[in-house]
């Protein structure tokens, strides 16, 4: 929801939501119905579910199509063509490598005893801005790119509000399962870039 605090979301965080002229949040009540109805199956049919609320996985071969920032970012990047930023670059994202999300999916699933039923966040906790996000691809490819800002009107038209702050505690899942995130914030930049040149050796020199 449209959190106005940094402070980490909980399973059990109060939904904070715009008004219904905001398009964007019937992706989030969409979301919210699809876990309504899987703990509904729960208590009427004992159907072992799991509802896993992911924060920004991210990972080689993932495109931009749907505004997917690192892989847009990493591209301009790489071609020296402008960063767009949209708004003012101050909202906040957290960003989780696929290696991680996929273990701890596999994990969730296989301890039923324990986690059906149960809400989880599956995210790394390695806040950053998008105008941070931004610098620090630019000097990861050593790329001269501009960055300029676009305002949300003009990307998505009239109706969406951008969230300030999606930041995952991660407390359940790991005293649940013990996991936590293995890959940090510069491991996901760096292979992402490298699927992007195809020269993994080559970026991690770079980078260093």
């Known amino acids: 929801g449209d959190h106005r605090s940094e402070l980490p979301l909980r399973e059990t965080s109060r939904r904070i939501y715009g008004a219904t002229t905001q398009k964007r949040w019937a992706y989030a009540d969409s979301k919210a119905m699809d876990e309504f109805l899987a703990l509904a199956y729960r208590e009427e049919r004992?159907?072992?579910?799991?509802?896993?609320?992911?924060?920004?996985?991210?990972?080689?071969?993932?495109?931009?199509?749907?505004?997917?920032?690192?892989?847009?970012?990493?591209?301009?990047?790489?071609?020296?063509?402008?960063?767009?930023?949209?708004?003012?670059?101050?909202?906040?994202?957290?960003?989780?490598?696929?290696?991680d999300t996929i273990r701890a999916l596999r994990d969730l699933m296989t301890d039923l005893n324990r986690t059906a039923g149960e809400i989880f966040n599956?995210?790394?906790?390695?806040?950053?801005?998008?105008?941070?996000?931004?610098?620090?691809?630019?000097?990861?490819?050593?790329?001269?790119?501009?960055?300029?800002h676009v305002p949300f009107d003009e990307v998505y038209?009239?109706?969406?509000?951008?969230?300030l702050h999606r930041v995952p505690c991660i407390d359940k899942v790991r005293a649940t399962i013990g996991w936590t995130p293995a890959r940090s914030l510069d491991d996901i930049l760096l292979d992402v870039i490298a699927d992007r040149i195809g020269?993994?050796?080559?970026v991690t020199r770079l980078a260093a």
């Open 46 to 99: 004992g159907l072992q579910a799991v509802i896993v609320r992911l924060f920004n996985t991210v990972g080689p071969r993932q495109t931009g199509m749907y505004g997917m920032v690192i892989p847009r970012f990493v591209e301009r990047a790489l071609r020296g063509d402008p960063i767009e930023i949209y708004g003012d670059g101050e909202q906040t994202r957290c960003f989780c490598h696929v290696q």
């Open 122 to 148: 599956v995210g790394a906790p390695n806040q950053i801005s998008i105008l941070e996000l931004a610098r620090r691809i630019k000097v990861m490819t050593l790329s001269d790119s501009p960055t300029t």
């Open 157 to 163: 038209g009239s109706g969406i509000e951008d969230m």
């Open 199 to 202: 020269d993994a050796g080559g």
